[in-house]
């Protein structure tokens, strides 16, 4: 059974709870009624709701007061909120959360068809938000599935390839089947970046194996790797300190040729890529940095799925997922990433991983060393 959509009522006044309750019920709406801020503040903490409509008068605490107690919590920011408030009759005050979502005010004596008439747009409004985020649920699940179900067969083309690779002596044919096991080993890799994504957003978070390993080793790893397929960049890499650490190696060494893989494909041609890794007392530092910037309009959705990349490359090789799931792997080991860019000094990732002492030392996690 779904959920019923929730509103709240605040009115220190029950007569009005009552006429009010009596004027919005209807299927599938459940109305949470509160005869106090500090009543409406304990709902809030329980339930998640789609509106609230706040009686501005109340002792205590006013529909004001409580307005911005649920601005200011993550929770129930969002929330649209109606005041019902007696107008003239009040002093005017100024209510401070306007900017982080809807707010409205309706005047006493309340004209029952106005009420209902906004009321009916945020219940219609909630009924369109919850199939939306049911569809998109269903469809991420669905690219789990599809992403999974490819990979077999697409792990028999490779192998027959390779079968093949060593039965052909023209060379007109062995060009033919390099062309096509990378195209298969591309196409492998964007099946993985959709089962990452699937796993990152579905299941909450990524699943780590750690284990001790050096953080410089896997970022010069990931580098030899792609330097063999671009023999003629220059990719120079700087290390500093003790760069050891616990964590998930095969998962970090996605997370740098992600980003080594970038510099290249994205940076200007010609411009040398300069890595630093620094091992510090509690982080290890890893910079990457190319020539060319990312625009500034696509800055703020780099790193979010399928987003964060212009109209020319939408329709190139990439899905636009590799820094969305480069982030979460840094996320699931506690550190962070993050990118600053300019048309002057190009553009620099950072990596931060916090320095782990064992497998199951979180103790460093929120430390930072400036
Ligand atoms: N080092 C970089 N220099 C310049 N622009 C970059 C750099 N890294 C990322 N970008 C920009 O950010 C966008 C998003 O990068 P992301 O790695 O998520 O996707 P992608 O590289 O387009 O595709 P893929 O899913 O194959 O990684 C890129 O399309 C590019 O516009
Ligand atoms: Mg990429």
């Known amino acids: 059974m779904t959920e019923p959509i929730r509103f709240l009522l605040v009115d220190d006044t029950v ?85 982080s979502g809807a707010v409205d005010f309706l005047f006493k004596p309340i004209d029952p068809r106005i009420l209902k008439s906004k009321v009916d747009v945020f219940f219609e409004l909630a ?10 649920k269903i469809n991420e699940r669905f690219v789990g599935i599809l992403g999974h179900d490819l990979r077999n067969p697409l792990g028999a083309v490779l192998a027959g390839a390779e079968l093949l690779r060593g039965q052909l002596a023209d060379e007109g044919q062995l060009l033919t089947l390099r062309r096509m096991t990378s195209a298969g080993r591309r196409m492998s890799e964007m099946i993985e970046q959709l089962l990452d994504l699937t796993r990152a957003r579905l299941v909450g978070g990524l699943y780590l194996t750690r284990t001790q390993l050096d953080v410089a080793e896997l970022v010069q790893r990931a580098v030899d790797e792609l330097r063999a397929t671009n023999p003629h960049r220059e990719l120079v890499t700087a290390v500093e300190g003790d760069c050891a650490t616990w964590g998930d190696p095969a998962r970090l060494l996605q997370l740098f040729s992600n980003l080594v893989g970038n510099a290249l494909q994205h940076g200007t041609r010609g411009t040398p890529i300069t890595l630093g890794i620094t091992g510090r007392d509690r982080e290890i530092v890893i910079r990457i940095r190319n020539g060319g910037s990312i625009p500034a309009e696509l800055v703020p959705s780099i790193f979010e799925p399928f987003r964060g990349r212009t109209a020319k490359q939408a329709s190139g090789p990439g899905l636009g997922l590799g820094l969305f799931i480069s982030r979460e792997i840094a996320a699931a080991h506690d550190g962070d990433l993050g990118a600053v860019s300019s048309a002057t000094t190009g553009t620099e990732f950072t990596v931060r991983l916090p320095r782990r002492r064992d497998a199951h030392d979180r103790s460093t996690g929120e430390l930072r060393v400036p």
Do not use: K, W
């Open 127 to 136: 009924c369109q938000r919850r199939e939306l985020s049911a569809a998109l």
């Open 15 to 99: 007569d009005n709870l009552v006429a009010l309750g009596a004027l919005l019920r209807r299927d599938g709406l459940e109305l949470l009624v509160a005869r106090s801020g500090a009543e409406a503040l304990e709902l809030l903490l329980l339930h998640d709701v789609s509106l609230a409509l706040l009686d501005v008068q109340m002792p205590q605490m006013d529909g004001f007061e409580l307005a911005e107690l649920m601005r200011g919590a993550r929770r129930t920011r969002q929330v649209p909120i109606i005041f019902l408030t007696a107008g003239d009759r009040e002093p005017a005050r100024v209510f401070a959360g306007y900017e």
